[in-house]
């Protein structure tokens, strides 16, 4: 059902999370991994937990309660890397069996497949809930700004490409529709879709009218179920469960699209100078 009435402002921090890799494992299993096409919830509250020096074995009910809204500016392109282990090595150098011995010459190289999204670039809304407790927003955007352990995009292996804390706003969603989009402008007469997802019903989006369009969705009704809601992330206890995946598509305005590389990042800094509330010591 589409609604003309303004939802309410939130509160809430921006990220973006671009990098030349990322992988935000969603079904992985054994020798197979695998990436969402858009930052998990698990993968997200991690690279926050990692921020703030959790070790695996601390809670994360509190981080669990934020709300996590995903814009795909860029979704990229599916790279899938083949690994080996073992091969080559001597008998006493391989890799240890769960029985603790060695693994024989036949079997000694592992070989297991792991997908990332190349070049991709999301801009993130975590706004909090009535469960949130006071300054959880605050010490999470100062532990991006000076974080404990090094942050990554869902696999150790894919670090963050500068920034990544864009700012806080009392009206994170409105930003979130109208933040420069980190791609190239569309051709004349093309109007590409930008795809959001969120764990909340989207029709909480403060769109203008003129963005409106009679046909779409408003994302109001669950489009499917993720199970990437982290319970723990103790190594013995790791556990996750499922929860609703809404999802709506918008056409953006055509002069929103600033480019890539250093005409986007003028752009988006003007933008976040101008209209973001920078967290104290940030270094922008």
């Given at each position: ?124 809304a975590l706004t909090t809930t009535s469960d949130t407790p006071e ?82 969705e408003d994302g109001d009704m669950p489009a499917g179920q993720i ?28 002069d929103q699209y600033t480019g890539l590389g250093t005409a986007h ?20």
């Amino acid at each position: 059902m589409t609604t003309t009435a303004r939802p309410a402002p939130e509160e809430g921090i921006l990220l973006r999370l671009a990098g030349p890799l990322q992988s935000w494992g969603r079904l992985s299993h054994f020798n197979e991994r695998d990436t969402a096409h858009f930052p998990t919830r698990s993968g997200v509250i991690g690279l926050l937990a990692a921020a703030m020096g959790r070790t695996r074995e601390q809670h994360i009910d509190d981080l669990a309660t934020l709300t996590l809204t995903v814009r795909i500016d860029r979704p990229g392109v599916p790279l899938r890397d083949l690994h080996t282990v073992g091969g080559g090595l001597p008998a006493r150098a391989t890799v240890t069996t769960a029985e603790g011995k060695k693994r024989g010459g036949d079997t000694t190289t592992l070989k297991t497949h792991r997908t990332y999204l190349s070049d991709a670039a999301f801009t993130i809304a975590l706004t909090t809930t009535s469960d949130t407790p006071e300054g959880l927003l605050r010490e999470t955007a100062a532990a991006l700004i000076h974080p404990r352990w090094p942050l990554f995009l869902g696999r150790r292996s894919c670090p963050p490409e500068g920034p990544l804390l864009l700012g806080s706003s009392d009206d994170v969603l409105h930003h979130l529709l109208h933040l420069p989009i980190a791609a190239r402008p569309p051709r004349a007469g093309h109007h590409p879709d930008v795809t959001f997802t969120s764990d909340r019903p989207l029709d909480r989006l403060p769109v203008p009218g003129a963005l409106r369009t009679a046909n779409a969705e408003d994302g109001d009704m669950p489009a499917g179920q993720i199970n990437d809601h982290p319970a723990s992330f103790h190594p013995q206890r790791r556990s996750y469960r499922a929860r609703p995946a809404y999802q709506r598509i918008l056409r953006l305005p055509a002069d929103q699209y600033t480019g890539l590389g250093t005409a986007h990042l003028n752009t988006l800094g003007s933008y976040t100078a101008e209209h973001l509330a920078q967290p104290e010591s940030s270094p922008r």
